[in-house]
T-cell receptor
């Protein structure tokens, strides 16, 4: 079973700061997902990646397969970025639909 | 485009009662997932359907839980009888089949069993 660890658990930043959230996993994967969960509870898929880097607006996700590590960066953070960010990994092999989730990182961006 | 639609948004009931959660996946998606989220355990997969067929129900906690997908546009998750430890947020998600397809989540059902 894959173990997914996220750090930090909680992060407080000032508006405009550069944010980094980290995710490590223990065994080989088919893909890694970053999800965002707002206080209202809805979950949105931000990125799915299996190598390299992806960028969407102010969000950048990177993955290092050899080191089994991924980072989610937010540039020029804004209070509306306040949410829980969840890393999830898909197992390699036949059950690649099955995601193992980290416990999430609670990000609070103050104005 | 309508997203994944779940109902009800909130459910409060007494232990022992039957609870039915409903999900309408995105049209054209042929994979459907039911998840449970708690503070202690985070998000956990309960059951996965592909083309309306249950493929993996290894996450279903016990016989009190059952899930059905009678057609491509509707699924239910039923708990009978409910217990206080079933209190959680239950999410339904759907995706297209195939590697690399993102899962689209509904807004969840917040279930409280008293």
């Amino acid at each position: 079973k894959n173990e997914v660890e996220q750090s930090p658990q909680n992060l407080t930043a000032q508006e405009g700061e550069f944010i980094t959230i980290n995710c490590s996993y223990s065994v080989g994967i088919s893909a890694l997902h970053w999800l965002q969960q707002h206080p209202g509870g809805g979950i949105v898929s931000l990125f799915m990646l299996s190598s390299g880097k992806k960028k969407h607006g102010r969000l950048i996700a990177t993955i290092n397969i050899q080191e089994k590590h991924s980072s989610l960066h937010i540039t020029a953070s804004h209070p509306r970025d306040s949410a829980v960010y969840i890393c999830a990994v898909g197992n390699s092999g036949g059950s690649n639909y099955k995601l193992t989730f980290g416990k999430g990182t609670l990000l609070t961006v103050n104005p | 485009d309508a997203g994944v639609i779940q109902s009800p948004r909130h459910e409060v009931t007494e232990m022992g009662q039957e609870v039915t959660l409903r999900c309408k996946p995105i049209s054209g998606h042929n994979s459907l997932f039911w998840y449970r989220q708690t503070m202690m355990r985070g998000l956990e997969l309960l059951i996965y359907f592909n083309n309306n067929v249950p493929i993996d129900d290894s996450g279903m906690p016990e016989d009190r839980f059952s899930a059905k997908m009678p057609n491509a546009s509707f699924s239910t998750l039923k708990i009978q009888p409910s217990e206080p430890r079933d209190s959680a947020v239950y999410f339904c998600a759907s995706s297209s089949t195939g590697f690399g397809q993102p899962q689209h989540f509904g807004d969840g059902t917040r279930l409280s069993i008293l």
